[in-house]
């Protein structure tokens, strides 16, 4: 198993509050991306990262910031949770993004917002 | 991105084979075509890939259509763990190769 890990696992938070999600790697992988989950839409890319403080929009990205001070780390914040950004929210890496490369995704963390 | 078609479910029986279709008819000549399944409460994980031939890997068995419109993973001897949600996924060679599209896929039940 690639090694991805994700923090928290679930958290309960109320609607306003910041809130920040964390995925650590093992693999030294150069890419890491942010997707969410929700009935109905399968998983959505928010944002990724191409390298240290090279980071990128994806397809919904509103109300989302990430950060990567570290190869091995790539945050995900939410300024001011809203009741829509309830989701299961995974992290992925990859070595590179070439047509035969794979997506390694960690465990998911489960977020709701009242 | 090119667009896929896949049963919303499946069953099948414990040690049986399963073949999970897959319809990609806008898919360019060098699209490839990956598999991933989501078994449930976890993240996604690959399983296979390819771009012409027929595909093995200790996994499973991919095979692509002559006119590349189709593809069916094979599952050879179904286990209660091989119970996921089926991901047929086209991937673009060259441009904005960053992220993986995700359908709907085709749930996989198997029965003891």
């Known amino acids: 198993d690639a090694g991805i890990t994700q923090s928290p696992r679930h958290k309960v938070t109320e609607t306003g509050t910041p809130v920040t999600l964390r995925c650590h790697q093992t693999?030294?992988?150069?890419?890491m991306y942010w997707y969410r989950q929700d009935p109905g839409h399968g998983l959505r890319l928010i944002h990724y990262?191409?390298?240290?403080?090279?980071?990128d929009k994806g397809e919904v990205s509103d109300g989302y910031s990430v950060s990567r001070s570290k190869t091995e780390d790539f945050l995900l914040t939410l300024e001011s949770a809203t009741s829509s950004q309830t989701s299961v929210y995974f992290c992925?890496?990859?070595?590179?993004?070439?047509?035969?490369?794979?997506?390694?995704f960690g465990p998911g963390t489960r977020l709701t917002v009242l | 991105d090119a667009k896929t078609t896949q049963p919303n479910s499946m069953e099948s029986n414990e040690e049986e084979p399963v073949h999970l279709p897959c319809n990609h008819s806008t898919i360019s000549g060098t699209d490839y075509i990956h598999w991933y399944r989501q078994l449930p409460s976890q993240g996604p994980e690959y399983v296979i890939h390819g771009l012409t031939s027929n595909v093995n890997n200790r996994m499973a068995s991919l095979a692509i259509a002559e006119d590349r419109k189709s593809s069916t993973l094979i599952l050879h001897r179904a286990t209660l763990r091989d119970a996921a949600v089926y991901y047929c996924?086209?991937?673009?060679?060259?441009?904005?190769?960053?992220?993986?599209?995700f359908g709907k896929g085709t749930l996989l039940t198997v029965n003891p």
């Open positions: 992925a890496i990859s070595a590179g993004t070439s047509v035969t490369d794979t997506q390694y």
């Open positions: 693999e030294n992988h150069r890419y």
């Open positions: 996924i086209p991937r673009e060679s060259g441009g904005s190769n960053y992220k993986l599209t």
């Open positions: 990262s191409y390298g240290v403080k090279d980071t």
